[in-house]
């Protein structure tokens, strides 16, 4: 069992990020797919997540500056972030939901 984020980074207010989450297949198949981040000294929180057919939901602050994805062929989940705000800031996590299997987590900075 395997989840793999990456794409972090440090970027200016306004700028783009994309995240990937690669899973093992038994993990991804047949799962709806969640983004979370955890700000520093705040409790992780659910950002975004994706459904197996495609349906997808966002927490309010990233409506329209972010999209989540997924490519049930690469077992591969995608965040692309626009227009990014310092309080975007934070560890992102992908998780499948209502399993309790976590990856490392990547860290996205916004700063100028």
């Known amino acids: 069992v395997q989840l793999v984020e990456s794409g972090g980074g440090l970027v200016q207010p306004g700028g783009s990020l994309r995240l990937s989450c690669a899973a093992s297949?038994?993990?991804?198949?047949?799962?709806?797919m969640g983004w979370y981040r955890q700000a520093p000294g705040k409790q992780r929180e659910l950002v975004a997540d994706?459904?197996?057919?495609?349906?997808?939901k966002y927490e309010d602050s990233v409506k329209g500056r972010f999209t989540i994805s997924r490519d049930n062929t690469r077992n591969t989940v995608y965040l692309q972030m626009n227009n990014l705000k310092p309080e975007d800031t934070g560890v992102y996590y992908c998780?499948?939901?209502?399993?309790?299997?976590w990856g490392k987590g990547t860290l996205v900075t916004v700063s100028s």
């Open positions: 297949g038994s993990i991804f198949n047949g799962y709806t």
């Open positions: 994706v459904t197996p057919s495609g349906r997808t």
């Open positions: 998780n499948p939901k209502f399993t309790n299997y």
